[in-house]
Every structure is written in structure tokens, then in C-alpha cells.
């Protein structure tokens, strides 16, 4: 199995200027949502107005703040190139030309940003259906969330294609296609049937992938894989999930040759390389912003009714049951009966991000989660404490680097993650060297931080109350000890190292597959 080595580099992935790819015909960026979207009326916007190309209506543009859009997007401001995605704005039509473009960043234009359109119901089968209701809950080992109609798999079929028609229409010649997660497991064999022989597919698969026991249960699951094997490259976070990747492959695949130790797949006379990449964040941008975050604890402080100098716990996660929020709260009652020292002194802080709200499952987790915090706050509040505060608003950036760095511990629990960045940005912006980080075993990042982490298993509340009691009366050494270590690693490991890694291995494998793509090996045309 290849580990991905890439360029070691602690500096902000906005400002790199350069990246293997460079001299590459084009690069073409593909993944369901877009890295610039336009309102009208400033609906959703973070950003003053840009223009008025609405009509008399005014419009806005909401940019990428953090993730993989955030980090992305510098890279195509410096190469170049095109970036296909979902236009999810209500004013994007509005704003973009003939082809569905539109030249972006709005105030530099550098790079084109294509729209593909989805109507409701394509939105409903594609999304909320198959990649929201078998993919999400199969790869995170949900099997009883699955929810199957045999329409999710066909309009997932159908806008597959039409990403893949869309990246096909900007190919030229030794284009290299780069795919995003597990909204478009198709979209690379689309590709391959249609684009010249000489472009190089790659994707990057976000999520855990499941074991073969789990996958077996995917409707379409033989498809998705040959899809999936139109790739010259395929990344995932951790060693793990590459082996399951290749199990699932040489189990439900005729006719695939898989070499595990090398981690490449021989099918219908091509490669597909398997690495695993685990991704991290612009550390250095967060670990400014906490700095920079004067003032603001002070006043989420007064608006929450918290007393400043009580002990913090934060949890920080989109409200989505793969992420252990119930299993939490039940590893702070614990902690809370047993130790009532801690009475009045402590405040755990959980900021919930609703999402995919459309669908019962997530609906359901949103209600069992609010009912929870108003049961655990109703079991122990005093007249002047309650020890859960917990809020679904939107958090400005400033806030939330405040709260990353002024908590004492961050409560990282999932039951399953492909890698989770929250607990990085945490770590990032733990600027005073002090933070604790109690961190699930079954994220994907424990592989990289698990040693300097206090290790929980989410679903033990009882371990998961001492863990905090732990971590919060652990003396300072200990904790400047192990956060020390989790900063090398998180700065040692951030965006840019592995965008490095990632487009390094593209090189890589664009240069060995040469062969198979029907050009010698070392022609000088294909190289960077
Ligand atoms: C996960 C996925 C991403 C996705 C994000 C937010 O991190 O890997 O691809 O964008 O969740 O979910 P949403 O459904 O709102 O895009």
C-alpha cells in the first residue's frame, strides 16, 4: 500500500504560488459544491455587493471560508482552469454566460467557474437520494439508514453524466480531471469513455470507505466501483480505508487484478493507483485568526450567559448522526454526575450546524439532540448555571477561533469519520499551547494524532467522563506536552501538504499509466 509522502511545509495554502501541476494543458476541478455563490439580496452573503448583473436586483457573492473550496480555490487562481459544480445560488444563472461560466474570483478573474443545474427533482434522487441516503450512511457504516428508490440511483446515473459532460466539454489534450467525494462515483468512468486517451482522471474520496460486509448492501454497488475504476489515481484519507477499497474491488469485481502491496488495480487494460493522503488545514490561517481574536470570547460569554472563567468543553460539528453528538452529551451527564466539583465551573459549548435537513433521518438526530440538551440542563441548572449551552446560529469566523482557543478541551467523538478537521482547526488555533483534544478512535485523523490526543471510544460514556475529568485536571506539562505534538503534526500535515502530496501523485501516476494510455513511457509531452 503507498502512503503519500508529499512536500512538507508549515505555510498557508493561500499563499502558494506554485504546485507540481504546473505546465499541465488544464486542470479541471470537479465536486458537488461550488466554491463561489451568487444571491440575490444578499440571501445567504457573507460578502458586500459585486454587481448588479441580476437586473435591478442587487447581487451578492458568497465565498469559500474554510475546507476544501477555501483551499482549492488559490490553486486555481494561480494555474488556472475550471472548476465544475452544482449551482446552488439563486442568482447564478443570472450571472453567468452562455456555457453556464463565469470568470471568478469576482474582483480578479482567474479561473472559470462552470455551473451544472439540478432541478428539485434531480436534487432529490441525486442527492438527498442516493449520495445523502445509501452512499453517506453505507460508507459511515449506517447500514439500517440506508434508504433505497431505484430513482436515487437513476438520476445519481444521470448527473453523474452531466458532470461528466460538463468537464468533458473543457478537456483538452492533457487536461488532468480532479474529482471530489462521493457525490460522483461515477463521473470518472463517464470521463474516461468520452475524454482523449492522454487526460488523467483523479478523485479524492472524502468519506471512509466501507468493508465489503457493509458495501455488499450497495444497490449499484458493482457499477459505482467500475465508475470509480475509471480513475488513474484515487485518493482517501487513511491506509485503512484504501484496504477496504481493495477488498470491496477484488470481492464484487470480475476480471480486476488487484496488487494490495503496490495498491494498483488492473482492469480493462488500464491502472488505477490507490493512496492514501490524509488531508489537513491551512493551520497557519487559523492559528492568525486565534491570535487576532480579542474580545470576542468576552462577548459570546455575555450573549450566552457563561462565566468566563468557568473550565470549557467545545464540540463543533455539522448536526449529522455520524458524528456521535448524543453519545456526547451522554459522556458529559456522565461526567457531570460524577464529578460535581465541577458544578457551576463548567460549561460544555456544542455549536450544531443543521444540514441535509430535508431528509427524516437527519430531521429526527436535530430533534433527539435538542431534547437531550434541554434534558441534561434541566437535570442539573442551578438559578444561576446550566451547564450545556448549545446554539445552531451561524458563528463568525472571529467567534469561532475564539472559542477554539479559549476552550480547555474539544470533544472530537464521532462513531465514524473519513478524517474530521474540526479537531486540526482546533489544534491550529490552540495558540497558547495549553488546549486539550479528546478524540474518537474512529475518525480518520486519530492515525495521525491519536498519540498526542486523550483517546475516547464515543460510545462509553463512562470512559468518556473520565477522559474529560482527565483532561481537565491534567497538569500543565501534560497538556503542553501533548499539544505541542499535535501542532507539529497538524502544521507538518496541512492543506498544502496535501494538495503537494495529491498533485504529486497525480505527476506520478500520469507519467507511469503513460503506457496503458496508449503514449511511451517518458514522452516528453506528457511531463510537468
Ligand atoms: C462532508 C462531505 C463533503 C460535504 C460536506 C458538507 O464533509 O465529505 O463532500 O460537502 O460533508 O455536506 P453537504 O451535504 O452540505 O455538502
Redesign the pocket.
Known sequence: MRHTDGRSSTGSGANRTEHPLNGVDSLIVVS??QPYRHEFDGATAREPPIDTAGGDREVTVDRPACGLTAGLDPVLEDAGGTWIAWGDGDADRAVTDGRDCIGVPPEDESYTLRRVWLTEEALEGYYYGFS?QVLWPLCHEFVDFLEFRPEFLEWYREVNGRFADAAVDHVTGESVVWL??Y?LALTAGMIREAAPQETTIAQFW??PWPTPEAFRHCPGGRELLAGLLGNDLLGFHVDAYCTAFLECIERFVPGAVVDSRLGIVRYEGRETHVVATPMGVDAAAYDERAREADGEWAAFCEEYGISPGNAIALGVD?LDYSKGIPERLAGVERFLESAPGFHGEFTFVQKATP??TEIPAYERHGEFVRSEVERINDRFATADWQPIVYTEAYLPEETLSALYRRADTMLVSPLYD?MNLVASEYVAASVDGDGALLLSERAGCHDLLGTFAYSIDPRWDGEFAATIERALTADDGERRRRMAGLRHRVFEHDLEWWMDAQFGEIDRVRRVTAPSRGRSPGDPSGSV
Open positions: 458537488n459544491r445523502n471530489q467525494d457525490h472524502h468519506v455539522r444540514s441535509r473519513g
